[in-house]
């Protein structure tokens, strides 16, 4: 082998350093992190916050009740949980998950680049400060978004501050057109501004037909569906029952549907403040076939998918709406509010789904009685969800971390 080709070989063998800073065991994101750390030009070092979602004890605010992922969220990672500075440490206020140490962290470990997962907590501007004493170039991962057409309010202090926040940062990491548009909107130039989608590990949710079939029957029966029902479809609302959720506005879409005589049943996935007044309010209203399953871990979503027709999120405001990409790789057509992030890219009409306008109760009955309608809804559901699979498998890991990779590639010098 000649020089030349021995160094090219050498060249192909450096890896990034990269620290990636994440304020707590969140279900979306480590999965991520531990493909990232078998990438062979990638060596990735998790400097986590707080331990909630990892352990036992940690209360989710939203959820009402302690909270632990029964999936392996930190198998295969080189983690490092920080020493906590925050006065009254938890993951529901911007000084709960704050660490001092992330400053000797960044120093003392020779990285090459750092990624922050956005400016929700105050461990993030630290981390920005602490990488900025360091040298290190900063890469921003947000999830937040402008929708079509919408302009933020004028918050002149707000503004400075992101703008001022954002414009230390070495390049950003778009997960979605809207995410892209903000991080425009507060001042990144699009050129420094790189495409990493938000991604789940797709794989989980596609299940073979045998498992999906078991699961469907299982789960199906035990909401009293039993084969006499199999085509009825059931319509799945997975997530915290909290005011944005607007599950209320749901549950009255399908009292009214059901009142117009067409067939269907409804599951909510999840607990929160609001499950006591929605069952209230089922027994009062007598609304038929309505079912409250309660939270239901990682390892449980898989099948809660393959026993419902279509996945219904009515959010009055979602960042992104991480759970639409789940069902859409479980085959499931999606319902969504046009104030749902996500459904600019994902949620194409009557391709893949359908949108409606937020808190139009009207217009969401209908987009339910058109999936649900009893000659051909079958048929439309079968489609869209066919679509709904082949559009989300180009939001994959594989995009996103080609996406950071690009990104380390134009921010940062070449690896040593």
């Known amino acids: 082998m000649n020089s030349s080709a ?41 400097l986590l916050g707080n331990e909630q979602g ?16 029964d999936v392996d969220l930190a198998g295969g990672l080189r983690l490092q949980t920080l020493r906590s500075h925050s006065p009254r440490p938890g993951v529901d206020h911007f000084w709960g998950v704050a660490s001092l140490d992330v400053f000797s962290q960044l120093t003392k470990q020779h990285f090459d680049a750092v990624v922050i997962q956005g400016w929700n907590y105050a461990l993030y501007p630290l981390a920005l400060l602490a990488a900025r004493k360091a040298g290190l170039p ?16 004028a918050r ?10 954002l414009g230390m940062c070495a390049g950003a990491l778009a997960v ?57 479809p059931a319509l799945l609302a997975c997530g915290k029952l909290t005011a944005v959720k607007q599950p209320q506005l749901l549950l009255a879409a399908y009292a009214a549907l059901r009142q117009s005589g067409v067939d ?22 007598h609304i038929p076939n309505v079912s409250f399953v309660g939270f239901q871990n990682q390892s449980q979503l898989p099948a809660w998918y393959a026993a419902a027709d279509a996945l219904v999120l009515p959010s009055r405001s979602e960042t992104f709406g991480i759970v639409v990409a789940e069902a859409m790789h479980a085959g499931l057509p999606v319902v969504v509010s046009d104030h749902v992030g996500c459904a600019e890219d994902l949620v194409l009409p009557k391709q893949t789904g359908l949108q409606f306008p937020r808190d139009d109760v ?33 939001w994959t890991y594989e995009q996103a971390t080609a996406g950071l990779l690009f990104a380390l590639q134009q921010v940062c010098p070449k690896p040593a």
């Open 6 to 46: 021995s160094g090219n070989a050498a060249a192909d063998s450096r890896r990034w350093r990269v620290a990636l800073v994440c304020s707590h065991g969140i279900q979306y994101l480590l999965p991520w992190f531990q493909q990232l750390s078998q990438h062979p030009r990638l060596d990735v070092t998790v």
């Open 54 to 69: 990892l352990k036992e004890g940690g209360i989710d605010p939203d959820f009402g009740r302690a909270v632990k992922w």
């Open 138 to 153: 900063v890469l921003m991962r947000a999830e937040s978004g402008l929708l079509p057409g919408q302009v933020p309010a």
């Open 156 to 165: 002149p202090l707000k503004d400075f501050i992101l703008r001022s926040y």
């Open 176 to 232: 979605s057109s809207g995410n892209r548009r903000l991080l425009e909107h507060y001042g990144i130039p699009s050129a420094r501004i790189f495409h990493s989608p938000y991604a789940v590990d797709g794989a989980r949710f596609v299940l073979s037909e045998r498992d999906r079939q078991e699961a469907r029957q299982r789960l199906r029966s035990s909401l009293g569906m039993g084969v006499e029902h199999a085509t009825v």
């Open 264 to 285: 269907a049943v409804l599951v909510f996935c999840g607990d929160g403040p609001l499950r006591a007044e929605l069952q209230q309010q089922v027994q009062q209203q």
């Open 362 to 394: 009207r217009a969401l009955q209908d987009a339910l009685g058109w999936l649900c309608d009893a000659q051909q809804g079958m048929q439309r559901r079968a489609q869209l969800g066919m679509a709904a699979r082949e559009h989300i498998a180009t």
